[in-house]
């Protein structure tokens, strides 16, 4: 039964999965040679008669294009561990390392070398801070200096200063980098700042909490227009609205589709330059979460909305909006032709903008998604947007999760099973 499911899957679907430690004289009896395996959650007990190491270097005989090892525990049982045979993988392409320990600089090595030894083309190493060896610097430099280079993300990743240029400079003229993402660590920061250009081909650039302040981003948003960028996440950095005026100032230059600055403590100021420019941009999705931009501001995009012909998704949760703030954006929405979700959660809405919001809802013909779930609307508002969801002409998925008590909330399930609506919104 086993070597059925297996070869029927193999012509079924485009590779297979393997999870844990499997009979590989079975896999070779079930599997044509080159069926792709995709290696997820690799063994680290020895529950067979065969060694570990033996097993992994008897698994670098099949094509493995895929390895994926999560909650990997550096420092445990090395000799034993699949890094020690990583380089024979030779069909390996996409190596992903998520850590529960740190590394040991042997780990590290290895991990490393088999960017020069193997066909990688994406490698994605999440562990607690760390930083690059001289050796890993080398063997980082020569990939991405190769044409196998498409996808690099290093979390917690810090370079020591005498490798910072010699990376940086390899990174940006790398002419086959796609993405390229950051996470915590030095490195995001000093391509900032550093950077006199960014890779031509790269399409997503994630500098996630680098510690970009608004000068960085005031000479990363110089970089742009020269750029094929279709994303730009920089959240959870503190660009102020010094940093969001330069991005507004070049957006319009560049062809970003995706911005993300949630959590960048932009204020009114930083929104209302972004505002005047967005209808000029290739903007389909921007994410404003978590800023202080208040109703000023959401009044200023609100005018803009219907002039952005290409916005599909709009997140202003956790904004400091009251009533004006998130109806104005409600009201803007049947006008608005292309936009599909809206996120107004964990703002100020009372009871009375709810009502108002209700008013509108009917009209919003091409919204499918709408949330306003952790404003204080109370029961109340629940129950007067339920009404109002239920004359709508088109489906829409309607967040109202708002805290309350249990029996107001099972009296508001009711009554949306009662209209109807129940599989249309969410209540908890």
Request: some cysteine.
């Amino acid at each position: 039964m086993q070597i059925m499911l297996v070869r029927d899957a193999s012509i079924l679907y485009p590779y297979v999965e393997l999870s844990g430690m499997w009979d590989l004289k079975l896999l070779h009896r079930c599997l044509p040679p080159l069926t792709e395996i995709h290696l997820r959650n690799t063994p680290d007990d020895v529950d067979v008669d065969l060694p570990l190491g033996s097993w992994y270097q008897e698994l670098t005989l099949f094509h493995v294009t895929r390895i994926r090892l999560c909650e990997y525990f550096g420092g445990f049982n090395i000799p034993g561990s699949c890094l020690t045979v990583l380089s024979n993988f030779s069909s390996l392409r996409h190596l992903q390392v998520l850590c529960v320990t740190a590394l040991t600089a042997l780990e590290q090595h290895l991990v490393f070398e088999a960017l020069t030894t193997c066909p990688i083309e994406s490698l994605s190493l999440h562990q607690s801070p760390w930083e690059l060896s001289g050796s890993s610097v080398g063997h980082l430099t020569q990939w991405l200096e190769s044409p196998r280079a498409m996808q690099l993300g290093l979390k917690h990743c810090n370079a020591p200063r005498p490798h910072t240029r010699t990376l940086i400079k390899s990174l940006v003229e790398s002419t086959s980098l796609r993405e390229l993402r950051f996470k915590y660590g030095n490195v995001g920061l000093a391509l900032a700042h550093r950077a006199s250009q960014l890779p031509p081909n790269l399409r997503e650039l994630v500098l996630d909490e680098c510690h970009l302040d608004s000068e960085a981003m005031v000479q990363l948003a110089k970089l742009l227009p020269s750029t094929s960028l279709h994303k730009l996440d920089v959240a959870r950095n503190r660009i102020q609205d010094d940093g969001a005026l330069a991005l507004a100032e070049v957006l319009p230059k560049t062809q970003v589709e995706v911005l993300n600055i949630a959590n960048a403590d932009v204020g009114c100021r930083g929104v209302m330059g972004l505002a005047l420019s967005l209808p000029f941009t290739c903007l389909q999705v921007l994410e404003l979460a978590g800023n202080p931009m208040g109703d000023v501001a959401a009044t200023a995009l609100a005018a803009v909305l219907p002039r952005c012909s290409l916005l599909k998704r709009l997140d202003l949760s956790k904004t400091l909006l009251t009533d004006p703030g998130t109806v104005g954006i409600v009201a803007s929405l049947p006008a608005c032709r292309m936009l599909r979700s809206v996120d107004l959660s964990c703002n100020w809405m009372t009871f009375i903008g709810a009502e108002q919001a209700a008013g509108l809802l009917s009209r919003c013909t091409d919204l499918v998604e709408l949330s306003v779930a952790l404003n204080p609307i109370e029961e109340r508002g629940v129950v007067v947007l339920l009404h109002a969801l239920a004359l709508c002409r088109r489906p829409l998925d309607l967040n109202l999760n708002v805290i309350m008590p249990e029996t107001e909330r099972q009296k508001c399930l009711a009554v949306a099973r009662q209209l109807g609506v129940l599989k249309s919104v969410t209540l908890e």
